[in-house]
């Protein structure tokens, strides 16, 4: 599992070093996330894998969930020093953002978001870590789902070298999802692998494979959307 790499080299790494993603996989010389890179950072990592910045969000609300669930249940929150060394843009690079630069952008950027229309899943502000992320150094706490609480996954985190959090939790019956969010067809998905969904139910059916990698990402946007226990 990728908490096992982690724990192994107490590093949190990019895309471009791991291969892996809970979003798209286009972390490669030409690819679409190299060519945004390439604009957003003038070029600094066109020849770079393992030194490239790591992604995350700025957390303006201080959301207990964190500040970008469309990407996973848990998440790292990091020192609050990072941010001397992080640059920011809203919306998302995906869409190649205009609005881009470090901390003393930050809240122009709120504003921006927080008078956009987006879903809430998808008006985080964006954020790089340029440098190294230590598990050990960098990292106030890493905050899980307690339904990894006394798993193999929870047993993994106590590795790290840093404190481990845990929010409220992830937890709905597919029935609380509306078709037209991510489709009828990914509520009924969603309703075969259970009558209660937590991030774990979830993640052993990403794992299991006998589902289109893409439908299983929007059942659990669909677990993120309405599946929080606290609002």
Known sequence: MVIESMAADGLYRSQFSTGVSNGGLTAHPGG????????????RYD??????????AWNRRADPYGGAIRFGSSYVRLRPE???????????SVFEPT????ADLLPLLCHIADGSDFDDLDECVEAHV?????FDSHVEAV?????????DIGDTAGRLGCPIEFHAGFRANPDAFAPDYRGAHIVDLA?????????????DAARG???PPQSIKQVWHCLARYGRTIS
């Not at 679409?32 to 070029?43: A, I, K, Y």
């Not at 905050?143 to 798993?151: I, K, N, R, W």
């Not at 309703?191 to 993640?203: A, F, K, M």
């Open 32 to 43: 679409d996330r190299w060519r945004w890179e390439s604009r957003l950072f003038e070029g």
């Open 47 to 56: 020849d770079e894998a393992s030194d490239r910045p790591v992604y995350g």
């Open 82 to 92: 990072a941010v001397t060394r992080a640059t920011f843009c809203f919306p998302d």
């Open 99 to 102: 609005d881009f630069g470090d």
């Open 130 to 134: 340029h440098g190294a992320v230590r």
């Open 143 to 151: 905050v899980l789902d307690p339904c990894f609480a006394d798993t």
């Open 191 to 203: 309703r075969s692998l259970g009558d209660e969904l937590t991030p774990e139910v979830v993640g």
């Open 209 to 211: 494979g006998a589902h």
